[in-house]
């Protein structure tokens, strides 16, 4: 089943690749060219205090960071459409009330599908393969609270009041407040 769920995911990735074209016309709702360019998306720490995601404060931190991400189409006035974010990343999260720590690998790819108004956390669906990290807020969210590390191919929608709907193709989630339980 492992070797069927990592073909699948190898899959999707070729397909996912395939699907974004190397140059377009500038009238195809694209970037004109030039645009169409890789950029560092560097990723920021972050800290949440007790019972926001765990029910003790945490705070994440990138180990290593080396996402990028590519515009591949736009609204006429010129927000963003559709874009694709991938590239390593590790982040180590700590339960700050104890010191305990782990290094998640949240190196997946998505490629995000912004409705009018939309940004990368409201108004957009997600469509991923491989690990992110997520936080899921209670009665926010289709999930309990908790700190997860969806892994497998998935998409996460977020509606316009920012409600988070995380449905599988494939995979599952693990929540590392789990392991960072005092």
């Given at each position: ?12 990735t ?18 004109p060219?030039?645009d169409?360019e890789?950029?560092?998306v ?11 995601t765990?029910?003790?404060p945490?705070?994440?931190e990138?180990?290593?960071d080396?996402v ?6 736009t609204?006429?006035?010129g927000s963003?459409?559709r874009?694709?974010y ?6 180590r999260?700590t ?7 782990v ?5 997946g790819?998505s490629?995000l ?9 409201n ?8 690990p992110i ?9 289709n ?8 892994n497998?191919?998935y998409?996460l ?6 409600y988070?709907?995380?449905?599988f193709?494939v995979?599952?989630a693990?929540?590392?407040?789990d392991?960072l339980?005092?």
């Amino acid at each position: 089943m492992r070797r069927f769920t990592y073909l699948a995911m190898a899959t999707a990735t070729a397909v996912l690749l395939a699907a974004v074209p190397a140059s377009a016309a500038p009238d195809n709702g694209r970037p004109p060219s030039g645009d169409d360019e890789w950029v560092p998306v560097p990723s920021a720490p972050f800290e949440q205090e007790a019972g926001i995601t765990c029910d003790f404060p945490i705070r994440g931190e990138p180990v290593l960071d080396r996402v990028v991400k590519m515009v591949l189409a736009t609204y006429p006035d010129g927000s963003s459409k559709r874009e694709i974010y991938t590239g390593a990343l590790i982040y180590r999260v700590t339960n700050t009330a104890t010191g305990e720590s782990v290094e998640v690998d949240i190196s997946g790819t998505s490629v995000l599908q912004m409705r009018p108004g939309g940004s990368y956390s409201n108004n957009v669906t997600w469509r991923v393969w491989g690990p992110i990290l997520l936080g899921m807020h209670k009665d926010r969210s289709n999930y309990p609270s908790g700190m997860y590390v969806p892994n497998g191919i998935y998409t996460l929608d977020v509606s316009k009041s920012g409600y988070r709907t995380l449905r599988f193709t494939v995979g599952s989630a693990h929540n590392i407040c789990d392991d960072l339980q005092p």
